[in-house]
């Protein structure tokens, strides 16, 4: 298939595996690899010729690819066939082989967990010696207890849910998905530390060191580095928002979010929110892309949000929050830039809210929080006095039992309100934009009249199962989640003469009535399970496996009303055409998917970490009123990487990646073939009377 573009891949291709007709696995790798593979072990005395032997394969497997004749993951699987089957002959370590063949594309990931974290460490006696055989006592909230040994070198490992933790008396919080250092000492303190790897950040919200807003899009594009959101709120003016966040070169489509590792995206259109978390009730944000994208169903960025824990005490917080503008200056700029009418501030708010948490009894705890605004402020593109009043109310509740010493069980509710009196913004408005011929609508500040309110609620429960450490069942966890939103972006009630929205397709500019209503309706449920069992070795290299899957089920809704039932559209002031809706339009779809994900992570040796492992997920999609499915997806994703602490460099790192990601199957895909969807019919327009509305024969 060479010079086609991946025109015969395995999936398209129109012979059978056997035949060979496709392009996976890479005939070329195999054979390559195979050769060197042998060449290297005969001379596994001499430590330079594995590595010179696999230097030509490796060129000829980058060849494959950048001639277009395979993917990434054809070279990989041929390589690794190649290497495991040639190395099946000998009984020597494969270790510098397997690592140089894997050097073409790896990464240093992160384990596919939900809510856990890991703990690695190693026990000292007061002589500064390894402890073998040692006993160490964790104890947590909620009545945690688990005793974990040493090994024969005085290490140990243990896989916790995140929270804060006690081991031998010694204070430790183990962080979500990420994997904390300890170096205890009997009879004194120990050191702490926690493992970030690249493309990973983690975040305790309550951790500020500067005045910022108040909401998640607020923290990331104030705090994490590679991160740029939409609305950029810096001040706060636009915590009332459902922001999008992007990462480097990828789309904001590429973007997922979740809730204690419950999906918590648009099932519409990815990319999108469908929680406005209260950030004061988040214990810590971790954001997952490049080489910390782990075996999941993440597309590319993954945002993680995970709420507060009880402490050891009850204890209560009343706080308030309040605008000082009569103590401010007016050193606001003048509103005299082109479409700017007026400054964009906040006339007053408040912000006020109350949280508790603590114990019940030695085996429970709970945490209880309650927030709202209310505030005014002023709408940059619109005259003055079409001011925007807003309400936001916030409400959190999680709380935990221990049913044994090795199970937990867990319970939250996660709720949210926005009511806008103005400046509103339809969901699902892409399928309006979709269309070639339609305004961009970048404008911040919403439509001019329109109010919005718009009501999320999460609903969330969860076993997780702490086995011994002699046992090798390790961790176990499942949660299932319910989620509903009701997304509600209104038409003003107005006279029959002004039923009309006329839309300037050069700056998206709206005069009149809002273009776009919907009374949207987001549901979800979903099951999601983890699996990391102990670490253990063959062949004197040691492994750590995470296994898991899903299934979820998601109902996006939209109900559209255009003013009229059209929208007039001109060109730099000139009436240009016409677009004549089927609204109102109600259109349903079904969706859902079923998802299994394994990885490893091998330590061959010290400096050296390899993860390898593989998502498959299969998503139907469907509308009422059609028989089977309109969209069926099969999405495999192989992922892998690589991670090498260079000898003598002084704490250099080289890493290197590979990943072949996938979009999940969204409800604005399955709008092409559901006669319910949003579309119509464009007519140009012709002012006869240049009053720049339409009038009947126009």
């Excluded at 990973?200 to 590679?226: K, M, Q």
């Excluded at 080489?291 to 209560?316: I, K, R």
């Excluded at 964009?344 to 109350?354: A, E, S």
């Excluded at 899903?550 to 255009?562: E, H, I, L, Q």
Aim: hydrophobic letters at 40%; one cysteine or more.
């Amino acid at each position: 298939m060479l010079g086609q573009s991946y025109s015969d891949t395995w999936f398209e291709s129109p012979g059978s595996f056997l035949r060979g007709h496709g392009s996976f696995p890479s005939g070329h790798a195999i054979a390559a690899f195979s050769v060197a593979t042998i060449a290297a072990r005969r001379s596994r005395n001499r430590k330079w010729i594995p590595y010179a032997a696999y230097g030509l394969p490796g060129a000829v497997a980058f060849s494959r690819h950048t001639l277009l004749a395979h993917f990434v993951s054809d070279v990989f699987v041929g390589a690794f066939l190649a290497i495991r089957s040639a190395g099946s002959l000998f009984f020597a370590n494969s270790k510098p082989a397997l690592l140089a063949a894997l050097a073409l594309c790896t990464s240093l990931s992160v384990p596919g967990q939900l809510t856990t974290g890991i703990v690695e460490g190693i026990l000292h006696d007061s002589q500064g010696h390894p402890v073998s055989g040692g006993s160490i006592a964790v104890t947590g909230g909620a009545g945690f207890r688990l005793t974990i040994h040493t090994n024969a070198d005085g290490k140990f490992t243990a896989t916790l849910p995140y929270g804060k933790f006690q081991f031998s008396g010694v204070p430790v919080f183990v962080a979500p998905l990420q994997t904390s250092n300890l170096d205890l000492t009997i009879g004194a303190s120990g050191t702490e530390y926690t493992e970030s790897p690249p493309g990973l950040w983690s975040d305790s919200t309550g951790a500020r060191v500067y005045p910022e807003a108040f909401s998640l899009t607020a923290v990331l594009l104030s705090r994490e580095p590679s991160s740029v959101t939409e609305p950029l709120n810096f001040t706060g003016l636009s915590d009332n928002r459902l922001g999008i966040e992007s990462q480097r070169g990828i789309s904001w489509t590429d973007t997922r979010y979740t809730l204690q590792g419950i999906d918590a995206s648009d099932s519409y259109q990815p990319g999108l929110p469908m929680i406005l978390p209260n950030i004061e009730a988040i214990q810590d944000i971790v954001v997952r892309s490049t080489f910390s994208q782990s075996p999941s169903d993440n597309a590319g960025t993954g945002v993680g949000l995970f709420l507060a824990e009880a402490g050891t005490a009850w204890h209560a917080a009343l706080s308030s929050m309040n605008t000082g503008s009569p103590l401010s200056s007016t050193n606001l700029p003048a509103a005299d830039r082109v479409l700017l009418e007026q400054r964009d501030h906040f006339k007053w708010l408040t912000r006020d809210g109350l949280e508790i948490g603590g114990p019940i009894g030695n085996r429970a705890d709970l945490f209880a929080s309650a927030w709202g605004q209310w505030g005014s402020q002023t709408q940059p593109l619109q005259a003055p006095g079409n001011d925007q009043r807003s309400r936001l109310l916030f409400a959190n509740t999680r709380g935990r039992i221990r049913l044994t010493d090795r199970d937990q069980f867990e319970a939250l509710y996660v709720g949210s309100r926005v009511d806008l009196s103005n400046g509103g913004i339809p969901t699902a408005l892409e399928a309006l934009t979709g269309n070639r011929m339609a305004p961009s609508f970048t404008l911040p500040g919403g439509f001019p009249n329109q109010p919005e309110v718009d009501h999320l609620d999460f609903v969330q429960t969860a076993w997780t199962h702490e086995s011994i450490d002699t046992s090798r069942l390790g961790t176990i966890q499942v949660r299932y989640g319910y989620s509903t939103a009701h997304l509600d972006a209104l038409l003003p009630a107005q006279v029959p003469g002004e039923q009309q929205s006329r839309i300037e397709l050069l700056t998206g500019v709206v005069i009149g009535a809002p273009p776009l209503g919907n009374l949207a309706i987001r549901t979800r449920q979903s099951i999601e399970s983890g699996w990391q069992p102990a670490t253990f070795s063959t062949w004197s290299i040691h492994h750590r496996i995470t296994a898991g899957g899903g299934w979820t089920a998601s109902s996006p809704r939209n109900r559209f009303t255009a003013p009229s039932n059209m929208n007039l559209i001109t060109a730099n002031g000139v009436p240009a055409f016409v677009v004549d809706f089927n609204t109102p339009a109600d259109a349903t779809a079904f969706i859902r998917s079923f998802s299994g994900y394994i990885t490893d992570r091998v330590n061959p040796a010290r400096g050296l970490s390899l993860d390898f492992g593989g998502l498959l997920e299969f998503s139907r999609g469907s509308v009422p009123g059609q028989s089977g499915n309109l969209i069926a997806w099969h999405s495999l994703s192989p992922r892998t990487g690589l991670a090498w602490g260079v000898p003598h460099s002084h704490g250099v790192v080289l890493l290197t990646a590979y990943s072949r990601p996938y979009s999940p199957l969204a409800g604005r895909y399955l709008d092409f073939g559901n006669p319910a969807s949003l579309s119509g019919s464009e007519y140009q327009w012709i002012d006869r009377n240049s009053n720049g509305w339409l009038d009947p024969g126009e």
